[in-house]
């Protein structure tokens, strides 16, 4: 089913609560007339299930309230494979970021969110990755954006930045935005996607991120 197409921009979350009031579930919706970008509803578990748009984008699961999966719709990101997340915050970065790595295969359920000792039991490394994205969770600023040249134009981009976006304000943290500092892949991903208005106009070309060889 397609997204709707409706003239609004922006997307509203849906936290459903469990009796005892700990979260189980975010998802994240296009924003419609009823409710607007940013809006975020609190619900119980029923109630939250009724309120769900069918247009769901991406639903974050929580496990003893820490976010465990991040399923992005097959509607969002048509063309990627199966992907499943690498969480690879660095608190010791000045400001601290949050990365995550996109990867498909292994076994791994798409959407499971693995740390940093689970992805090395697993045996995945940064040469199998599809793309990765880094931000700063304080503020939501996105830094960087990478996809592998050989998974470019298969939605890859669009499945990290809504995940990442949900994991964010999963975790309580503000919403993701950009600059006007991008590549020129960058620029054309911004101008396709609903979220436009959360990135600022072009002000800076910067290179692509891909090595010259590999380009």
Known sequence: MPLPTEGIDGWWQCLALKDDGTPSWLAIMPATAEHGDGVRLELSEAEATAALDPHVMCVARYTAAEVAELVVAADVAPKA???WFADLPDPTAAPPTATIIAFTGYDVPAGTLVDRARLRELGATTEEQLGALRWYPGTGEVDQIYVAPAWRRHNVATAMLVA????????????????????????????????????????????????????
């Open 164 to 215: 990442a976006g949900t994991l964010n304000v999963a975790r309580h943290r503000s919403r993701l935005w950009a600059d006007g500092q991008r590549t020129a892949m960058g620029e054309r991903l911004r101008n396709a996607e609903s979220w436009a208005h959360r990135a600022a106009d072009l002000t800076h070309i910067h290179p692509p991120m891909t090595p010259f060889d590999e380009r």
């Open 81 to 83: 494979p199966p992907l």
